[in-house]
């Protein structure tokens, strides 16, 4: 090979297509963290509605003679 052929496969632009494990930690962590915020977001907004509740207590007396005892 002549210096010219060197320097022009030296110079040329190469893409790594490849991700380092650096990279895909990072990304493991930022999807980890934004799906937790977005769990931590949802149960906020769902606290916040006002569902209703029972308006009178319920309460049933269970007499003693309808309750088995099973041995």
């Given at each position: 090979?002549?210096?010219f ?7 040329q ?8 494990k ?50």
């Open positions: 090979m002549s210096y052929e060197i320097i022009k496969r030296y110079m632009f190469h893409k790594k297509t490849s991700i380092g650096s990279n895909l930690m990072m990304k493991i962590l930022i999807r980890i963290s934004a799906a937790c915020i977005a769990i931590f977001v949802i149960l906020m907004l769902v606290d916040k509605i006002n569902f209703p509740a029972p308006e009178k207590k319920m309460e049933k007396i269970i007499p003693n003679e309808n309750l088995k005892t099973v041995n």
